[in-house]
């Protein structure tokens, strides 16, 4: 009984934990299931049978690739204003002096800490009040996405760039690089998987955003526009399809993220 | 004077704390000298200056006729091996290696990479990354980084701190005969005064940002200037006494009640209150009462408080009558009498070997902690 | 990917060097100022600025309206008739999201310890598994939550027959549906930071705690949790924050009587009334603010930001 308890004691934690991440993984199973499931009655969330007409056919329900096409494109650029303005904005706030160095953290902070409806509601208030309320669209989207993911940015570089021993790049310099060289050689090469990292993230975050956007879009549909419409009028069984898609990309990129560290790691 | 390395009046602040304090410093060319001194004592920083890492506060540093003061560091014919070896974990060995030269554009890149690795014996490892490599070995690459570009001056920041005793031990040989063999000016960067004084040729201490003694380490050992180097360097036992006359070359003191005599040369101040000083291997012990030759300094009547077998020698603690307790070694020569705790002991020392140290310096300064 | 490099980062930092004077490595002068600037400026023109605006939006005439223009009247009545009108969803957006959040740390505690201390070889592919999921958009895995907890689906079926639920028992639609998906939808919020946290604990603590006679509960209270503190509260802020703000749960979960106070921001400015809607933002934020402050205060960690 004794030894029972002990085995059960060591191992209660991990179970409970895999519990948890199986009912993490509960929707993600009714999503690829549901992708397979042949046309029925109105509610696409009752199981008819098994079709794969929903992959063969992804683009037919109206807009539905064209929203995406529009969540791609916002996603690339947001993610590389983003990861531009961020990066030079973690350079300066680890590798160099300069005076308020407590309230630009704080200042790269708050967006993180605004819950999104506030956010999406002062740009709006802002947009509307500069007189752009007809102007609304692909812009001002892209606009509010490049500010929510700035934040991330900064911080998953400064992570990054923190661990970097400053030796290295006194090294370079000592070794006859100048500034510039030294970035590119040195700096940069190093700090990038941060760079990539957050990046990712910033696609990420820009793709699945909904609430921030749907105040500011005007008449642009994003894929999450589209869902959220589509939820209203009868979800089409192919939003599962992309979903499961989506999936399994960022489960690909996970893999290939974590062997590339380990490989890494292991030279 | 060809390119000698000179500092002048070079002062660094830090906010409000000095870290280097109106440093006057000159290294000749093609020599092996050390700076020497506990954390925090200006070493460092004194060094990244000369590297173009931290500007001066206030001074000039002088390479041979070139005022390198405010150059950036990728501009001067100085090149430092970094503690910690600061390797660029993405690159080859080889590509360490080759850097310095790549930069400035230099020609057979890959043959001198390859005749720089032989040196110092890693030539099957160019391919490698650093973080395959035992800290000797990226240690000898740090090394290898920086003598490729042949500089004027090469700094070395604790470059033997991360290696374990025995492959120290082992380094600074192998240093010490490529300094020879490249015939550059090393400037070594040290805490360890072992280390120091097996490599360098001259040897400067520092304190609080300011050099406390410069010379070979001979010299400073046998005659430290001050109490700090008098401790930091080795130990040493400091009684107090005054000076009762002199006589030709020698001085008279008195210590606690007892004559002293003391070399004028190992003499730092000649007249009123000193410490006298002696190394613990220079003093002798014999049984209270027997006379041990005459000539010799002695003082009577210590009792054996501690004694510790360390294998070579044997070391006492004794008390004396005053209450201090001075530190004597033996060797281990079996041709002298062991003592054992509670033993009553009279203590002796050649008059030479005495040096004296102004008294209203610290007696404890620079002793060693148990953290260091 | 993104978040696993991120966690990575989190770890334990690298071995710091010794050595004084510490080189920062940081350089003075104008440079910084230049890298931080268009960053900063996007900052300013586009989080500072429109705050500001949303909180003079707020103090229009309600009067106005988009195609009219407004009048800046210092209408504070705004804030007045928003907390009157919505009143109870703000309250009940601020109790759902403490019911998830809390809910967030019960199953996100043993998740992230198991991570930490239990997974032994298999502590990256259980950090994949926490992320993976989320990379499927948010409203989907709100709309699949539809199905398992619908009315005629598996899960309602075997509770009915278990008669944990009544005959004609249901989920959907109810407020337990709109507090599990905001629990399902930010769990990963709570779990990365604390796992963060206990990884960085050194196990020889725990047997330390043990070694001087504590036993495991104490051990856990006195050593873990402390030590976990830091981890607990960002995660506490970054469930709690977003929670509160979300109206997609109570939207495609909940019913009429479930909405939260976002669902009321995003109709209000749907329906044109910005100074209302302003109004009830602002409101939201600053009680945000507040709950933060009092909460850190309390929680005693100052190495958040």
């Known amino acids: 009984?004794?030894?029972?308890?002990?085995?059960?004691?060591?191992?209660?934690?991990?179970?409970?934990?895999?519990?948890?991440?199986?009912?993490?993984?509960?929707?993600?199973?009714?999503?690829?299931?549901?992708?397979?499931?042949?046309?029925?009655?109105?509610?696409?969330?009752?199981?008819?049978?098994f079709t794969l007409d929903n992959w063969l056919?992804?683009?037919?329900?109206?807009?539905?690739?064209?929203?995406?096409?529009?969540?791609?494109?916002?996603?690339?650029?947001?993610?590389?204003?983003?990861?531009?303005?961020?990066?030079?904005?973690?350079?300066?706030?680890?590798?160099?002096?300069?005076?308020?160095?407590?309230?630009?953290?704080?200042?790269v902070f708050l967006p993180m800490a605004t819950p999104e409806i506030v956010m999406g509601s002062s740009l709006l208030a802002l947009f509307v009040n500069a007189g752009f309320a007809g102007a609304l669209g692909f812009g001002t989207i892209l606009i509010s996405h490049i500010l929510f993911c700035l934040s991330f940015v900064v911080v998953t570089v400064k992570a990054r760039l923190s661990g970097l021993d400053p030796r290295l790049e006194q090294a370079a310099a000592d070794l006859y690089a100048n500034e510039w060289q030294t970035f590119w050689r040195v700096s940069f090469p190093l700090v990038f998987p941060g760079i990539l990292a957050a990046a990712l993230l910033s696609f990420s975050l820009s793709f699945d955003d909904f609430i921030i956007t749907n105040l500011n879009a005007g008449q642009e549909v994003t894929f999450p526009m589209f869902v959220w419409g589509a939820n209203q009028r009868g979800i089409p069984p192919q939003i599962n399809v992309i979903g499961t898609i989506m999936f399994f990309i960022a489960l690909l990129v996970v893999v290939l993220g974590e062997m590339a560290s380990r490989r890494r790691a292991g030279r | 004077m060809g390119t000698d390395l000179q500092l002048t009046s070079v002062t660094k602040r830090f906010g409000a704390f000095t870290a280097v304090d109106d440093l006057d410093l000159t290294v000749p060319q093609g020599s092996f000298f050390a700076l020497l001194g506990p954390s925090g004592c200006g070493k460092t920083t004194t060094l990244r200056m000369v590297a173009g890492?931290?500007?001066?506060?206030?001074?000039?540093?002088?390479?041979?006729?070139?005022?390198?003061?405010?150059?950036?560091?990728?501009?001067?014919?100085?090149?430092?091996?970094?503690?910690?070896?600061?390797?660029?974990?993405?690159?080859?060995?080889?590509?360490?290696?080759?850097?310095?030269?790549?930069?400035?554009?230099?020609?057979?890149?890959?043959?001198?990479?390859?005749?720089?690795?032989?040196?110092?014996?890693?030539?099957?490892?160019?391919?490698?990354?650093?973080?395959?490599?035992?800290?000797?070995?990226?240690?000898?690459?740090?090394?290898?980084?920086?003598?490729?570009?042949?500089?004027?001056?090469?700094?070395?920041?604790?470059?033997?701190?991360?290696?374990?005793?025995?492959?120290?031990?082992?380094?600074?040989?192998?240093?010490?005969?490529?300094?020879?063999?490249?015939?550059?000016?090393?400037?070594?960067?040290?805490?360890?005064?072992?280390?120091?004084?097996?490599?360098?040729?001259?040897?400067?201490?520092?304190?609080?940002?300011?050099?406390?003694?410069?010379?070979?380490?001979?010299?400073?050992?046998?005659a430290p200037a001050t109490t700090f180097v008098a401790n930091f360097l080795g130990q040493s036992n400091l009684v107090s006494g005054s000076v009762a006359g002199a006589r030709g070359d020698v001085i008279d003191l008195d210590v606690q009640g007892t004559r002293v005599v003391a070399d004028k040369a190992r003499a730092r101040v000649t007249s009123g209150e000193v410490w006298a000083g002696v190394r613990p291997e220079k003093v002798y012990l014999s049984s209270a009462g027997h006379d041990d030759g005459s000539g010799v300094n002695t003082l009577s009547d210590g009792v054996v408080s501690d004694v510790s077998f360390v294998g070579v020698s044997t070391q006492y603690l004794v008390r004396m009558a005053w209450g201090q307790e001075l530190t004597v070694f033996e060797q281990n020569t079996g041709a002298r009498e062991r003592f054992r705790a509670g033993d009553k002991v009279d203590l002796h020392w050649r008059p030479e070997h005495t040096f004296l140290l102004d008294a209203s310096q610290d007696a404890s300064a620079g002793v060693e902690r148990e953290d260091a | 990917m993104s978040a696993a490099g991120h966690i990575s980062s989190l770890g334990p930092a690298e071995?710091?060097?010794?050595?004084?004077?510490?080189?920062?490595?940081?350089?003075?002068?104008?440079?910084?100022?230049?890298?931080?600037?268009?960053?900063?400026?996007?900052?300013?023109?586009?989080?500072?600025?429109?705050?500001?605006?949303?909180?003079?939006?707020?103090?229009?005439?309600?009067?106005?309206?988009?195609?009219?223009?407004?009048?800046?009247?210092?209408?504070?009545?705004?804030?007045?008739?928003?907390?009157?009108?919505?009143?109870?969803?703000?309250?009940?957006?601020?109790?759902?999201?403490?019911?998830?959040?809390?809910?967030?740390i019960l199953l996100g505690f043993p998740l992230a310890y198991a991570i930490a201390f239990k997974a032994g070889r298999y502590k990256n592919l259980m950090l994949v598994a926490v992320i993976a999921p989320f990379f499927t958009s948010f409203l989907i895995r709100t709309l699949s939550w539809q199905y398992i907890l619908g009315d005629n689906e598996p899960l309602v079926s075997l509770l009915r027959t278990l008669?944990?639920?009544?005959?004609?028992?249901?989920?959907?639609?109810?407020?337990?549906?709109?507090?599990?998906?905001?629990?399902?939808?930010?769990?990963?919020?709570?779990?990365?930071?604390?796992?963060?946290?206990?990884?960085?604990?050194?196990?020889?603590?725990?047997?330390?705690?043990?070694?001087?006679?504590?036993?495991?509960?104490?051990?856990?209270?006195?050593?873990?949790?402390?030590?976990?503190?830091?981890?607990?509260?960002?995660?506490?802020?970054l469930t709690f924050i977003p929670a509160a703000g979300d109206y997609i749960n109570s939207e495609l979960l909940g019913n009429p009587q479930t909405r939260m106070v976002g669902n009321e921001i995003q109709d209000l400015f749907g329906a044109g009334d910005y100074p209302t809607a302003a109004a009830l933002s602002v409101t939201l934020m600053s009680a945000i603010v507040l709950l933060v402050f009092l909460y850190v205060r309390r929680a005693g960690t100052e190495e958040l930001v």
């Open chain 1, 57 to 107: 056919n992804v683009c037919e329900p109206f807009q539905l690739c064209s929203s995406l096409r529009t969540s791609i494109e916002i996603g690339l650029l947001a993610t590389l204003g983003a990861t531009i303005l961020g990066t030079l904005m973690a350079f300066a706030m680890v590798r160099h002096r300069f005076r308020g160095r407590s309230s630009a953290n704080l200042f």
């Open chain 1, 1 to 49: 009984m004794n030894t029972f308890s002990r085995w059960l004691g060591d191992r209660l934690v991990l179970i409970l934990g895999l519990l948890v991440l199986l009912y993490m993984f509960v929707p993600i199973f009714v999503v690829i299931l549901m992708s397979f499931n042949a046309p029925g009655a109105r509610n696409s969330y009752t199981f008819n049978g």
């Open chain 3, 163 to 237: 008669h944990i639920l009544g005959p004609d028992g249901y989920l959907l639609a109810t407020p337990f549906a709109v507090v599990t998906g905001l629990t399902y939808n930010f769990l990963p919020f709570m779990v990365l930071p604390l796992y963060a946290s206990l990884e960085k604990i050194d196990p020889r603590l725990i047997e330390a705690g043990a070694d001087l006679y504590a036993s495991p509960i104490t051990t856990f209270r006195t050593v873990t949790l402390r030590l976990a503190m830091p981890g607990l509260v960002a995660g506490t802020l």
């Open chain 3, 15 to 104: 071995a710091q060097l010794d050595g004084p004077p510490d080189p920062e490595g940081q350089k003075r002068g104008w440079a910084g100022y230049l890298l931080l600037l268009p960053g900063g400026l996007w900052l300013l023109l586009f989080f500072v600025v429109p705050t500001v605006t949303l909180v003079a939006t707020s103090l229009y005439d309600p009067a106005g309206s988009l195609q009219l223009g407004y009048q800046m009247t210092w209408h504070w009545q705004n804030y007045v008739d928003a907390l009157q009108d919505y009143g109870p969803q703000f309250v009940r957006s601020l109790i759902y999201a403490s019911i998830a959040t809390i809910a967030c």
């Open chain 2, 53 to 222: 890492l931290e500007e001066p506060t206030t001074g000039t540093i002088m390479l041979g006729e070139d005022d390198i003061t405010r150059l950036k560091p990728y501009k001067r014919p100085v090149n430092t091996v970094f503690q910690s070896y600061a390797l660029f974990p993405h690159l080859t060995i080889g590509d360490n290696v080759a850097f310095g030269l790549k930069r400035q554009g230099k020609k057979d890149v890959a043959a001198k990479v390859t005749e720089m690795l032989a040196l110092v014996e890693l030539e099957h490892l160019a391919k490698r990354r650093p973080g395959q490599l035992s800290g000797g070995q990226q240690q000898r690459v740090a090394l290898a980084r920086a003598l490729i570009n042949q500089p004027q001056v090469l700094l070395l920041d604790e470059p033997l701190g991360a290696l374990d005793l025995k492959l120290r031990r082992q380094m600074q040989l192998e240093l010490k005969s490529i300094q020879t063999e490249v015939g550059l000016t090393f400037v070594h960067v040290t805490h360890d005064q072992e280390e120091a004084m097996t490599m360098a040729d001259t040897v400067a201490v520092m304190n609080e940002g300011r050099i406390e003694q410069l010379g070979p380490p001979e010299e400073l050992y046998e």
